[in-house]
């Protein structure tokens, strides 16, 4: 099978996300959150819209969020924390929580102050792919599935979601990094952090997405261009999602063991390979198509996001305060381990502020796997 542009450029990303991070420009960019998600809590407007969903998700990107949403509704945020304010659209993951092993306990654990969302437009030969176009006005999907307990060759593999967990260590202090598919295992430290990531799909069979079966209508592709893509899901092809997902778990120091793993993700799953991500577009019509073929800052940063090149013709970009600022209050009455307003800190040792949970919220116990997890509804 020849290689991809998901397969190369991803490999590449996932390289920097486990080793040190390589300077380089491409027809990609970067958008980097603001200090705090937009609001922590259980809403899945894809997944059970009009209703409190199954489990906790951190939520950034338009104020327009609500748990019922369309186009429109997304069109309506006057802030956002991503940077270009042309970006509406909303992103969210599920919460990761520390499993106390002296008495069971959950305690969040906290975000460290960004998430990184890159959008991939690019051929293997560092050229702008052609065949890529903007996402339709009524457009969303899910990478990755809440379900899953274990490893899945294909569906995780370098022509899927590339799902991967990395401890992030310190060589300077003798702190190893470890990473796998799922939450990796013998470490007592991740001084740089603990951290997920995931590509989203981007070949489209033209279908609307379908609640009964939630990943039909899209594909990944498997070489440049709309070719590049499986039939039937050659109709479209989008830009490629690729997210990381930043945590402080030094919080947790000296309360677990090498031979231990105690983190757990709010839909139950002690294994990591159940992490997913939902994406509901609101990118105003027009501003990735005229950006995608100019802006290719890459990881450099250079040209920032709010270049001409990139958005600064199309309505610029959010400063870093108007971002931490843009915030929504929950419209879930429970406690999900986090407080409205709470920033949480970047340093080890400070516990989030929603305090200790007897259990995750919703019905969601643990499962263990290695088949898929069962649906819980209460």
Same mark, same amino acid.
């Given at each position: 099978?020849?290689?991809?542009?998901?397969?190369?450029?991803?490999?590449?990303?996932?390289?920097?996300?486990? @080793?040190?991070?390589?300077?380089?420009?491409?027809?990609?960019?970067?958008?980097?959150?603001?200090?705090?998600?937009?609001?922590?809590?259980?809403? @899945?407007?894809?997944?059970?819209?009009? %209703?409190?969903?199954?489990?906790?998700?951190?939520?950034?990107?338009? +104020?327009?969020?609500?748990?019922?949403?369309?186009?429109?509704?997304?069109?309506?945020?006057?802030?956002?924390?991503?940077?270009? !304010?042309?970006? !509406?659209?909303?992103?969210?993951?599920?919460?990761?929580?520390?499993? @106390?092993?002296?008495?069971?306990?959950?305690?969040?654990?906290?975000?460290?102050?960004?998430?990184?969302?890159?959008?991939?437009?690019?051929?293997?030969?560092?050229? /702008?792919?052609?065949?890529?176009?903007?996402?339709?006005?009524?457009?969303?999907?899910?990478?990755?599935?809440? #379900?899953?307990?274990?490893? +899945? %060759?294909?569906?995780?593999?370098?022509?899927?979601?590339?799902?991967?967990?990395?401890?992030?260590?310190?060589?300077?202090?003798?702190?190893?990094?470890?990473?796998?598919?799922?939450?990796?295992?013998?470490?007592?430290?991740?001084?740089?952090?603990?951290?997920?990531?995931?590509?989203?799909?981007?070949?489209?069979?033209?279908?609307?997405?379908?609640?009964?079966?939630?990943?039909?209508?899209?594909?990944?592709?498997?070489?440049?261009?709309?070719?590049?893509?499986?039939?039937?899901?050659?109709?479209?092809?989008?830009?490629?999602?690729?997210?990381?997902?930043?945590?402080? &778990?030094?919080?947790?120091?000296?309360?677990?063991? %090498?031979?231990?793993?105690?983190?757990?993700?709010?839909?139950?799953?002690?294994?990591?390979?159940?992490?997913?991500?939902?994406?509901?577009?609101?990118?105003?019509?027009?501003?990735?198509?005229? %950006?995608?073929?100019?802006?290719?800052?890459?990881?450099?940063?250079?040209?920032?996001?709010?270049?001409?090149?990139?958005?600064?013709?199309?309505?610029?970009?959010?400063?870093?305060?108007?971002?931490?600022?843009?915030? /929504? !209050?929950?419209? &879930?009455?429970? +406690?999900?381990?986090?407080?409205?307003?709470? &920033? @949480?800190?970047?340093?080890?040792?400070? #516990?989030?502020?929603?305090?200790?949970?007897?259990?995750?919220?919703?019905?969601?116990?643990?499962?263990?796997?290695?088949?898929?997890?069962?649906?819980?509804?209460?």
């Amino acid at each position: 099978m020849p290689f991809s542009t998901f397969g190369l450029l991803s490999w590449g990303l996932l390289a920097s996300f486990v @080793d040190p991070i390589i300077a380089q420009q491409g027809h990609y960019f970067i958008l980097e959150g603001g200090n705090a998600p937009l609001v922590i809590e259980r809403l @899945d407007p894809i997944v059970s819209p009009g %209703a409190t969903s199954g489990h906790v998700h951190s939520i950034v990107g338009g +104020n327009g969020f609500q748990s019922s949403m369309n186009f429109a509704q997304a069109q309506t945020s006057t802030c956002s924390t991503m940077s270009p !304010k042309a970006d !509406k659209s909303n992103y969210w993951m599920p919460n990761v929580y520390f499993q @106390d092993p002296s008495n069971g306990s959950f305690i969040r654990v906290p975000e460290l102050p960004y998430h990184k969302i890159y959008y991939k437009y690019g051929t293997t030969a560092n050229t /702008v792919d052609k065949d890529i176009v903007e996402f339709p006005q009524e457009f969303r999907m899910i990478g990755g599935s809440y #379900l899953a307990r274990s490893e +899945n %060759a294909t569906a995780m593999g370098p022509y899927g979601s590339q799902l991967g967990w990395v401890c992030h260590g310190d060589p300077t202090n003798n702190y190893k990094s470890y990473s796998a598919v799922g939450f990796p295992t013998g470490f007592t430290s991740c001084p740089g952090g603990l951290a997920a990531a995931l590509t989203l799909p981007s070949c489209w069979n033209g279908q609307p997405f379908n609640i009964a079966s939630p990943s039909a209508h899209m594909a990944y592709p498997v070489a440049d261009g709309l070719s590049g893509c499986p039939a039937p899901h050659n109709v479209a092809r989008f830009p490629q999602i690729f997210v990381e997902y930043w945590l402080q &778990v030094d919080t947790f120091n000296g309360l677990y063991s %090498a031979n231990h793993q105690p983190f757990v993700l709010s839909s139950g799953d002690p294994t990591g390979y159940g992490y997913h991500i939902d994406f509901l577009n609101g990118w105003n019509v027009g501003a990735l198509k005229s %950006a995608m073929p100019t802006c290719q800052p890459g990881n450099t940063f250079n040209p920032p996001l709010s270049d001409p090149s990139c958005f600064g013709k199309l309505g610029g970009t959010y400063t870093s305060p108007e971002m931490a600022a843009c915030t /929504v !209050k929950p419209t &879930v009455n429970e +406690n999900v381990g986090w407080t409205y307003g709470q &920033v @949480d800190t970047s340093y080890p040792g400070y #516990l989030t502020h929603g305090g200790v949970l007897d259990a995750l919220p919703g019905c969601n116990p643990i499962q263990y796997g290695p088949a898929n997890a069962q649906p819980m509804t209460c």
